[in-house]
């Protein structure tokens, strides 16, 4: 580098170029790549080079030899798996973010970076209208939010239970009774499994995916039952309840109000895992979905599905901060701390160092408001009726759930034509959406979790399906 030459100029600029021009191609591309990974490593790969290149041209390199290669995710015609687009300002927050490279560590070191994140926490609390003293910590995705909130738990109960598992680990503990819906999401059983809990027990769910509060009844009477020896067994068993704000396939929501009584009343600690789901609780409309929802003990969400910030970015808020910060914090010590002070942000996460991933999430909710906050989840939850509503009229077409969120579930007769019209909907590159399995069936899945998806979107989409079938059928 010369003297006197700008160093990040104009790799900056080369980047916020190929940004808009990707951005700008979302409401006209074929939807689905264009090239494989393995064909892509090719040009990405080979021998690794003696010597480098200046930054912007690597910058032009990599956005020019990617473009095949990128999934229009940012568009509003995907509809695949459950993943959310980018609001400009969450997206250009990122951006400073990475520039700001503030390791969000300490309050102290990096107080503008905490400042941020305190504030987008308690509006988060607000806005969904959980416990305002509760402690929110900003991870990568809700799996780590899971994780964080299910490591309170464990701490708590045990504590509870007179045993100490940060001093003197699992074995030996008291056993611990996990029990979730069994259409809970994978992303639960993976955080019991880091954090030795082993596979859960299952409690049969109605036919949207609602975990029954009767068979939860007996369920926990089961465990307690089988747990407990002594006479004050029944109190001191340590009992975990894992609930669910939105199915992935019917996107409705576990009855909280019910299933929390029922829980508290055999001492359990409740979790919901609400990954895209919790967001319903801003919409004063779909309040019915959520009611009872801010009874439970700690909450998991992304940030990056129905908020639409970029990816990583996971919410947990957990109601009892004290066994939060015990069970992520390093230092004990630094739980002492004068009343009213804040968590540093460290005590709530399970890294130490990391970015302020909190940051978009404040510019994502200081562009929206609660006004338009509420309108963007509505509009999701309204797209996904009208796209049941106008595909269950086409021939051929069998809406599977009741759809009351952003989730639709089709099947086009038997599993195999199902699978066919999938196939053919992805290479028509109109609309992106995911072939599953539920409940003893392939189906088609939709998920309406992008802030573009308009009308147009939708026409497109059902214009997309009605041709693949058209095709498929012959
Ligand atoms: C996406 C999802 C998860 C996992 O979230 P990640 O962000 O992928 O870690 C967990 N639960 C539900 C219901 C989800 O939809």
């Keep these: 580098m010369s003297a006197g030459e700008e160093p990040f100029r104009d790799a900056l600029d080369a980047a916020a170029g190929h940004a808009r021009e990707w951005l700008e191609s979302q409401p006209t591309r074929h939807v689905g790549p264009r090239a494989t990974a393995a064909e892509l490593e090719a040009a990405f790969g080979g021998p690794m080079p003696e010597n480098g290149l200046p930054a912007s041209e690597v910058i032009d390199y990599l956005a020019t030899n990617a473009e095949p290669g990128l999934m229009a995710m940012p568009s509003g015609r995907f509809f695949g798996w459950v993943i959310g687009g980018t609001l400009p300002a969450a997206l250009a927050a990122d951006w400073l973010v990475s520039a700001w490279d503030q390791n969000s560590v300490f309050r102290a070191a990096t107080p503008a970076t905490a400042a941020i994140e305190a504030a987008a926490g308690q509006w988060f609390l607000e806005l969904l209208g959980l416990p305002e003293t509760s402690d929110v910590g900003f991870v990568t995705g809700a799996t780590m939010a899971n994780f964080a909130g299910l490591s309170a738990a464990r701490w708590r109960i045990l504590e509870r239970a007179g045993w100490d598992v940060n001093t003197d680990g699992l074995a030996g503990a008291p056993a611990i009774s996990c029990l979730v819906g069994r259409e809970r999401h994978d992303s639960i059983d993976l955080a019991l499994r880091y954090l030795g809990l082993g596979r859960p027990v299952e409690v049969p769910s109605d036919r949207q995916g609602r975990i029954s509060p009767a068979e939860l009844d007996c369920a926990l009477d089961r465990a307690l039952v089988a747990a407990s020896s002594g006479t004050d067994g029944f109190a001191r068993t340590p009992v975990l309840v894992c609930l669910q704000a939105g199915n992935l396939h019917s996107g409705d929501f576990d009855p909280f109000l019910e299933s929390i009584t029922v829980a508290k009343a055999h001492g359990a600690w409740v979790h919901v895992d609400g ?141 195999a034509t199902t699978r066919a019209v999938t196939a053919r909907i992805i290479e028509d590159g109109l609309v992106w959406m995911s072939g599953s399995r539920w409940q003893g069936r392939d189906v088609l899945r939709i998920s309406v979790s992008n802030w573009t998806t308009d009308d147009a979107d939708v026409e497109t989409a059902v214009e997309a399906v009605r041709k693949a079938l058209a095709a498929v059928r012959g």
């Design 275 to 415: 990954a895209f789901g919790l967001w319903a609780a801003a919409v004063p409309e779909l309040a019915a979905l959520t009611g009872g929802l801010h009874l439970a003990d700690s909450w998991a969400t992304d940030a990056h599905k129905t908020l639409n910030v970029p990816y990583d970015c996971g919410i947990v808020a957990v109601r009892d901060g004290e066994a939060l910060e015990a069970a992520m914090s390093v230092n004990p010590s630094y739980m002492i701390r004068d009343a009213g002070a804040a968590a540093d942000p460290f005590q709530t996460v399970p890294e130490l160092s990391r970015r302020a991933r909190g940051v978009p999430v404040w510019a994502a909710l200081k562009s929206l408001g609660r006004n338009g906050l509420a309108a963007q989840v509505r509009n999701l939850a309204t797209r996904a009726s009208q796209l049941a509503q106008e595909l269950s009229a086409l021939d051929g077409v069998e809406v599977l759930n009741d759809v009351v969120y952003t989730q639709v579930s089709l099947a086009f007769g038997d599993d």
